[in-house]
């Protein structure tokens, strides 16, 4: 069996040990798990299997890995699938053997990751489906949950999406409540600019605000809400200068006819927000 530490995982900015210890801590309290320590001897093993009981984007494995890691750094663990694999249902994904109580007492925070990161890639990944073709860039949102933003932004790349911003530090998004205050979105951007900003999105809800905004020196263009024929228009009146993004209310239904207006991305929060976690299980039995 192939054994897998917790340096294994290196996604930027993320601290798994971290992150790992805090969940841990957060589900064991002062006490434990006082029902492994009540029920299971201290020298019983168990092997078991976690499996996908539908067809998924895998995400998260190697996280899992860690969570047993580091309750039972002996345990024996195969990985079966990869981050970003789609695999059937019914298909093993992780095999592992070690310490019963130790494996027992990491399982509902492995697979509570797992679930909740292979759902994310896995609705992206009918996302990047569904506009398969168009030459469109599917993008996520920084509509994530508190603190697990890097994980849930990994999820997306693992089903097919490009990560937008991070965060409010990576580039600046000059938005319908900046222009209100600065007086114009030309002179909100300008201010970006001026202030040395290397990316300067633009949000523009009409099309009289698209030249104003690529004049003040917006990299980037974010077309909010717009429907198919504006955002064609739209796109003809930027015609190649700045990317466009097609962004605001877009479902699955609708992806593809806004991609099809020869918008540069389409930004999705459903992906991270709205995305059911993965039906995986896992399975023990004594050894």
Do not use: C
Not at 47 to 75: C, H, K, Q, T, Y
Not at 160 to 174: K, Q
Not at 246 to 267: C, K, M, N, P, Q
């Amino acid at each position: 069996m192939r054994s897998v530490g917790v340096a294994a995982v290196t996604i930027a900015g993320f601290d798994l040990p971290a992150f790992v210890a805090a969940t841990l801590a957060e589900d064991l309290g002062r006490d434990g798990d006082v029902t492994s320590a009540a029920v299971i001897p201290a020298d019983a093993r168990f092997a078991g299997e976690m499996a996908s009981r539908d067809a998924i984007v895998v995400a998260g494995l190697e996280i899992a890995e860690a969570f047993f890691r580091s309750l039972d750094p002996a345990a024996r663990i195969e990985r079966l699938a990869e981050d970003g694999d789609r695999v059937a249902g019914g298909t093993a994904l992780l095999r592992l053997e070690g310490s019963a109580r130790a494996l027992l007492t990491a399982e509902r925070s492995a697979l509570n990751t797992v679930q909740h990161l292979s759902g994310v890639a896995t609705l992206t990944r009918a996302y990047a489906d569904a506009i398969a073709g168009t030459g469109a860039t599917l993008l996520d949102t920084r509509k994530t949950l508190p603190g697990l933003r890097v994980l849930e932004k990994y999820a997306t790349r693992m089903g097919g999406a490009t990560n937008h911003r991070m965060g409010l530090w990576d580039a600046a998004m000059v938005k319908d409540n900046h222009v209100a205050v600065a007086g114009g979105i030309g002179p909100a951007v300008a201010r970006a600019v001026a202030a040395g900003i290397q990316r300067v999105i633009a949000e523009v809800d009409w099309l009289d605000q698209i030249e104003p905004a690529i004049v003040a020196g917006a990299t980037h263009l974010l077309l909010d809400n717009m429907g198919p024929d504006l955002l064609r228009e739209a796109v003809a009146l930027v015609a190649g200068r700045v990317p466009t993004e097609a962004s605001g209310g877009v479902r699955l239904d609708t992806i593809r006819s806004l991609a099809e207006t020869g918008v540069t991305y389409v930004s999705v929060g459903r992906i991270t927000q709205s995305a059911s976690a993965a039906d995986i299980g896992l399975d023990f039995q004594a050894v």
